[in-house]
C-alpha cells in the first residue's frame, strides 16, 4: 500500500526515474574509468563542476535578475568546469615535470576551493541573491529538488553519452585494453582520449543534484567495481554495472521516501556499496569466499596420503 502511494506520488516518481538514470548511465560510464585506472579523474571532475555550476548560477542572476538552479542552466557550468579542469590537467602534464596524478590533484583543489569560496560569498553577500538558497545542497545531493524539466536533461545528456559509447564501442573497447595497439591500428588515439573523457564528464554531471559533487565518484566507480567481481567481459560487464546503478539508484529513492530526514544521494552511495562488498565476497572465481575455498581444496588434495605406498 505504501508503495501504491509512493508511486502516484508526482514528485517521488519524478526522483525515482531521474536515480534510476543518472545510476544506470554513471555505471555503464563508469566501466571504462575503471578499467583505464582514471578513478582520480573522476573525482576531478565531480569536484571542479561545483565551480561551474556556482558560475552559471551567477550568470543567470546577472541576466535575468533570479538565480536559477534549474539543471539546464547549472549542468552545461558543471560540463564546462570539469572539462577545463581536465585540459589543463593535461596542458600541465605535458609542458612541466609534473605527472599526472600531482596535476590532477592540483586541479581538483584550485576547482573545488574556487567553488567553495563562490558559494560561501553567495550565501552570505548583502544584499541576497534571490534564488540562492538550497545551493549548498550540490555539496552531498537534494534529490527531492528534481523537476521534469531536469529529468528532461538528465535523460537527454545521459542518452547521448550511451549512444556514443555505443557507436564507437569497438573502438573504445580496443582503445581501453591497449592504446598501442588502437594506435597501431589507426585509431586516432588522442580523439578517442578526448571523447571518452567527454561522455564520462557527462555521466559525472548529470548526478550532481541528486547525489552531490562530493558523493558522485562512488556512483560512477563502485558498480564498476562489483561488475567486475562477476564478469571477465566487457560486454556483460557494462550491462551488470548499468543495473547495478539503476537499481541502487531505485533503492536509495524507495527508502529516502520512506523514511524522512534520509537523504537520497547518501543511500544510494550506501546501497552500492553493500553490493560491491558482496560481489567482492561472494563473486565466483574472483571473490574472497571463492578463492579461499578453491586454497582450502588445494591444500587438502596436496596433503591427501598416498594411498599406494609410494614415495612422491
Not at 117 to 136: F, N
Not at 205 to 230: D, F, N
Request: aromatic share 8%; net charge positive.
Amino acid at each position: 500500500m505504501l508503495m501504491i502511494e509512493l508511486l502516484t506520488d508526482y514528485t517521488f516518481r519524478t526522483v525515482l526515474l531521474g536515480t534510476a538514470m543518472i545510476g544506470a548511465v554513471s555505471g555503464a560510464l563508469g566501466c571504462f574509468a575503471y578499467l583505464r585506472r582514471q578513478s582520480l579523474i573522476g573525482d576531478v571532475v565531480s569536484h571542479s563542476s561545483l565551480f561551474g555550476v556556482m558560475l552559471f548560477f551567477l550568470a543567470s542572476y546577472w541576466l535575468t535578475g533570479q538565480g536559477s538552479k534549474s539543471l539546464v542552466v547549472l549542468i552545461p557550468g558543471a560540463i564546462c568546469a570539469g572539462t577545463a579542469a581536465l585540459l589543463l590537467t593535461r596542458t600541465v602534464v605535458q609542458r612541466t615535470r609534473l605527472k599526472q596524478d600531482s596535476s590532477l590533484g592540483v586541479m581538483l583543489a584550485i576547482f573545488f576551493g574556487a567553488g567553495i569560496v563562490l558559494l560561501r560569498w553567495v550565501q552570505r553577500v548583502d544584499p541576497p541573491i534571490p534564488g540562492r538558497r538550497g545551493l549548498e545542497d550540490y555539496l552531498f545531493g537534494m534529490a527531492a529538488a528534481m523537476t521534469q524539466d531536469d529529468l528532461w536533461m538528465i535523460g537527454i545528456l545521459g542518452f547521448l553519452a550511451i549512444l556514443v559509447m555505443l557507436l564507437l564501442w569497438k573502438e573504445l573497447k580496443v582503445y581501453t585494453f591497449d592504446p598501442l595497439f588502437s594506435h597501431s591500428l589507426g585509431y586516432r588515439t588522442a580523439k578517442l582520449d578526448t571523447l571518452l573523457v567527454m561522455i564520462l564528464v557527462v555521466g559525472i554531471v548529470i548526478g550532481i543534484q541528486s547525489v552531490g559533487v562530493v558523493l558522485m565518484i562512488a556512483l560512477l566507480i563502485t558498480p564498476a567495481s562489483a561488475a567486475r567481481q562477476w564478469t571477465r567481459r566487457l560486454g556483460t560487464m557494462v550491462i551488470l554495472a548499468s543495473l547495478t546503478g539503476a537499481v541502487c539508484g531505485l533503492v536509495g529513492s524507495v527508502i529516502s521516501a520512506t523514511y524522512s530526514h534520509v537523504p537520497t544521494g547518501p543511500v544510494i552511495v550506501l546501497a552500492s556499496t553493500l553490493i560491491f562488498v558482496v560481489s567482492l565476497m561472494l563473486a565466483p572465481g574472483r571473490g574472497i569466499v571463492s578463492r579461499m575455498l578453491h586454497r582450502s581444496k588445494l591444500m587438502s588434495t596436496i596433503r591427501q596420503p598416498n594411498a599406494g605406498g609410494d614415495l612422491p
